[in-house]
């Protein structure tokens, strides 16, 4: 099925901290492949805006690499790659300086959208935020573009919502959160609210609980310094984790549109039970080899008490949810790179088949990653003689052989939220409110961690995570499915 792609009107990005990792890997390759597509026009310009001294030759040919790199094929050969570098220039500055300001105000078009992709570390916004005002460069066509961390807790989330929106309204900040850019993540609201099917099943009288596993098999790589003071509850839990427990638990809005969505992910947050102490399991992770050394190791901090894991179980204190718990849980170097949802019904209220036969829960697990889909687990006859023997059977669906076209991979998160802040739909980014509930919920946490001295339980690096993390489910008499899927 090939995909329709509507092109979106020329435009003006400058990435700031242009030439960092994210720029290179992510930012940039994305746009390049929008262009291919067809969907970003030959007359759109990119800035990219950094400390580096570099000139725009410089900047294209650092450009050129990683895109040869992170979005390889056929238009790096074809001259495709040569006409979108034609496109790109770059602006020597210091975000905390003046030099360099002016070029950059010189350089951005007066009458089309332009947008600021904030891709440096959250201390700068201000300086980035303020310097756009005094240069001239804020108008109602202008949006800015913020990454993850969205701060480190509650105050300083709401310090950086209030410098944020001391120079731009609301409706123009747009703040990332990638998971809300995969495909598969829209389509659990397209699976929930446009079938019929799941949503009268879909609350506490028929399902038993729901687990969320974003599992990864790399470490903490080089951001060790980072995340030695973030931990998996900042870094994975206060955001991504709990994106896709509210879009898995809201209600249905009324239409499919920044406010009313995120109007119903934010009752979600706030209806959300602070967590018992018991029903939170910290881990970090063992040495594997010598190429693998264990977290403290990793992070260069021999008593660091950060946890790389974390699983948790939660209550949603509304009509929809009340007695269906949620379990979460994510962690670095476990046994597959796997982010999968599974949704447990109860078993049906009477089995005519005694209880010989076996009884199985229907699952509906969703895919995030690897091999995005969706599968229903529903209960058959064992086939052959000898009486009647139910089995789980999965009803399988892989998007990419459902849907794709000729085997192309969809597009990245990247693609598709660089596009909406183009085309100005902010429904797949996070709200202010939204960020600072979150915190407020996960900010009573991480304090009771540091009141208690907890020390995360340690885990085998390739494993499945701390043994506790199984006890969890076992004292409820229940289990995770596998996090290989
Ligand atoms: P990086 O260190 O690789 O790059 C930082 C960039 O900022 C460089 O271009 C640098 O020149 C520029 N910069 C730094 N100080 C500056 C200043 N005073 N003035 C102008 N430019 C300055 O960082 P990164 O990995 O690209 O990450 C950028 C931001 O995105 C960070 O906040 C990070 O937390 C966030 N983020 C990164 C990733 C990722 O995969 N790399 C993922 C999610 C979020």
Aim: proline residues 6%.
């Amino acid at each position: 099925m090939v995909s329709r792609v509507i092109p979106v009107d020329p435009f003006d990005l400058v990435v700031f901290g242009g030439t960092g990792d994210l720029a290179r890997r992510k930012i940039v390759p994305a746009l390049f492949r929008r262009y291919c597509a067809g969907q970003m026009q030959p007359d759109s310009r990119l800035i990219g805006a950094a400390r580096s001294e570099l000139d725009s030759t410089g900047y294209r040919a650092m450009m050129a690499d990683a895109i040869r790199e992170h979005a390889p094929g056929r238009a790096c050969e074809d001259g495709t790659l040569e006409r979108f570098l034609g496109m790109i220039d770059y602006v020597t500055l210091d975000a905390q300086g003046d030099a360099g300001w002016a070029r950059l105000a010189g350089l951005i078009s007066e009458d089309r959208v332009r947008a600021f992709y904030l891709s440096v570390g959250p201390g700068l916004f201000g300086d980035i935020a303020e310097r756009l005002r005094t240069h001239g460069m804020v108008n109602d066509r202008s949006r800015i573009v913020v990454e993850k961390p969205f701060g480190h807790d509650l105050e300083s989330a709401r310090a950086l919502n209030r410098t944020l929106a001391a120079h731009f309204d609301e409706g123009q900040v747009y703040r990332i959160d990638h998971y809300l850019g995969k495909e598969t993540v829209q389509n659990l609201m397209a699976v929930r609210f446009g079938n019929v099917l799941f949503e009268p099943l879909w609350n506490a009288q028929y399902v038993d609980h729901i687990q969320i596993t974003v599992a990864e098999t790399v470490g903490v790589g080089g951001r060790g310094e980072y995340y030695d003071r973030a931990g998996a509850m900042r870094d994975m839990m206060q955001n991504h984790l709990m994106q896709l427990l509210c879009l898995i638990a809201m209600e249905p809005p009324a239409r499919f549109e920044p406010d009313p969505v995120r109007d119903e992910k934010l009752k979600v947050i706030r209806a959300l039970d602070p967590v018992e102490p018991h029903h939170i399991v910290r881990g970090q992770y063992e040495a594997l080899s010598a190429e693998h050394p264990g977290y403290r190791a990793a992070v260069g901090n021999p008593r660091s008490t950060t946890e790389s894991y974390v699983a948790l179980k939660v209550h949603i204190s509304n009509w929809r949810w009340s007695g269906t718990p949620f379990y979460l849980r994510t962690g670095k170097r476990l046994v597959a790179r796997s982010s999968v949802i599974n949704v447990v019904f109860k078993d049906a209220p009477h089995s005519i088949f005694g209880a010989e036969a076996g009884r199985h829960a229907n699952i509906l697990s969703i895919r995030l990653q690897p091999n995005e889909g969706i599968t229903l687990h529903v209960t058959i006859k064992e086939p052959g003689p000898g009486g009647m023997r139910l089995v789980e059977v999965p009803l399988n669906m892989s998007f990419a052989e459902a849907l794709g076209p000729d085997g192309e991979d969809p597009p990245d998160a990247y693609e598709r939220l660089i596009m909406d802040v183009m085309r100005g739909n902010q429904t797949l980014f996070m709200r202010g409110d939204e960020v600072e509930a979150a915190w407020a919920w996960v900010d009573p946490i991480i304090a009771g961690w540091r009141k208690r001295g907890d020390v995360p339980k340690p885990y085998e690096s390739g494993s499945t995570g701390p043994l506790d993390a199984d006890q969890l489910m076992k004292r409820d008499k229940r289990e995770w499915r596998g996090i290989k899927p």
